[in-house]
Each structure stands twice: as C-alpha cells, then as structure tokens.
C-alpha cells in the first residue's frame, strides 16, 4: 500500500494549485473515507479535510471556502483544489485513508498516508 501525493508547488497568496493523491485502492473500496491534513515546520499536524463514501465532507475552519476536496472512483485519485492561498497555507500536504474511528477533517489517527508534497505561498 502506498498513497502518493503530486502537485505541490510554489504559488503567490491568491493563487490557486491543485494537489492529487493516489489512492492506491482506496478510493474503490466500498467505504472509504480519505482526508488531506498538512504539517508546517514547528507546528502541529492539522486536518485539512476529509470525504467519504456516501460524500460526506468536512473541513478545517481555516479553509472552509477557499478549499475542495474531490474523489474520482475510476482513476482512484483524491483530489484537493485550493483556491486563495495564504501564507498560513505553507506546508507539507499528506493524504491519508482509512481511519480506524470517525471520518473528519479533524480526524488525528489514519492507518494509512503518503510521503507528502509541499505547498508554498509567497507574498
């Protein structure tokens, strides 16, 4: 099992990216639950977003209408769209599957991530 993550990039604040996760089976199991958190140098890991089977979605307040996160079934990819980015948006991005209790954006405990893609946002 290997989720792996692309599309990072550097970006100026208000730019948009489009990061992707290859699911690595997850996305065509019949209850799967995938997120996006992030982690920036001396900070904590926060949960960025999370979707579900039956497309529940959450998100962090911090990018609740600047961010979308997607799953397209048949190529197996877990998409995060990210519009308006802010400085405080700098970090490394992992996508992670298959949390053993509930299915959110602050989900903290996943079994399964990738190895991540950084995000950077310049003024």
């Known amino acids: 099992v290997q989720m792996v993550e692309s599309g990072g990039g550097s970006v100026q604040s208000g730019a948009s990216l489009n990061i992707s996760c290859d699911a690595s089976?997850?996305?065509?199991?019949?209850?799967?639950?995938l997120g996006w958190y992030r982690q920036a140098p001396g900070k904590e890991r926060e949960g960025v977003a999370a979707i579900n089977f039956d497309g529940r979605i959450s998100y962090a307040d911090s990018v609740k209408g600047r961010f979308a996160i997607s799953v397209d079934v048949s190529e197996d990819k877990l998409y995060l769209q990210m519009n308006d980015l802010k400085l405080e948006d700098t970090a490394m991005y992992y996508c992670a599957a298959d949390p053993p209790l509930s299915c959110d954006a602050d989900t903290e405990v996943w079994n399964y991530w990738g190895q991540g893609t950084q995000v950077t946002v310049s003024s």
């Open positions: 089976g997850f996305a065509q199991s019949q209850a799967y639950c």
